[in-house]
């Protein structure tokens, strides 16, 4: 491990680096320390240490190019082009924010409407089982015409919101059962919970 100098040893080594930093010379600091604390520091070795270490004259060099290059990075802008593109950015965010807020307002539309259809899925295979009863009872108002056109509109009603491309097979002979069973399977490949 390297030796420390005077300067780094000295417990007031902060203020010495802030006075050689400001531009003081090493004779003006070795006096203020003589005078202020009673430490002797030569100037010539508060001169090095500065030389050495701090070399202000190329660190201010490479700030004032730093800024040069800043400078010609950046056009000058007037007001009014600058107004003009402020203007424009919130024109574009308030468009975006609104139709942001019209996505989420149908996205929670279309959740609530598959809410429902899945509700009416799931009591599908009951009201239709209750039909097709009702459709062989002499005494009751229900005809098979009636089953038929309630399995008609539950397999219009699912390839709408299912986007399915071929219908599901109904056998109206087979009192509608493969319906209630293609009901059933898609109720729970599609529930909503």
């Known amino acids: 491990m390297a030796r420390k100098n005077k300067v780094e040893e000295s417990p007031h080594f902060n203020e010495i680096v802030k006075r050689l930093s400001e531009g003081e010379s ?3 600091v070795s006096a203020w320390l003589e005078n202020t604390y009673n430490e002797k520091i030569s100037f010539a070795a508060l001169n090095r240490y500065k030389s050495k270490n701090i070399r202000m004259e190329d660190r201010v060099e490479a700030e004032l190019n730093k800024r040069a290059k800043k400078k010609k990075k950046k056009p000058k802008k007037n007001k009014k082009v600058q107004a003009q593109t402020e203007k ?9 924010e609104t139709a942001e807020e019209t996505i989420n307002s149908v996205a ?5 409407n598959m809410e429902g259809v899945a509700s009416v899925a799931a009591q599908f295979p009951e009201r239709f089982e209750e039909a097709c009863k009702d459709a062989q009872d002499p005494n009751s108002n229900v005809t098979s015409k009636d089953v038929a056109r309630l399995s008609l509109d539950a397999n219009k009603l699912y390839n709408e919101y299912f986007k399915q491309d071929e219908p599901v097979e109904v056998n109206i002979n087979n009192e509608l059962i493969g319906l209630a069973e293609s009901i059933e399977k898609s109720k ?4 909503v919970e």
Request: glycine share 4%.
């Open 108 to 112: 929670e539309t279309i959740a609530i």
């Open 188 to 191: 729970k490949e599609f529930s």
């Open 26 to 28: 090493g004779r003006k």
């Open 88 to 96: 424009e950015v919130q024109r574009q965010a308030d468009e975006k």
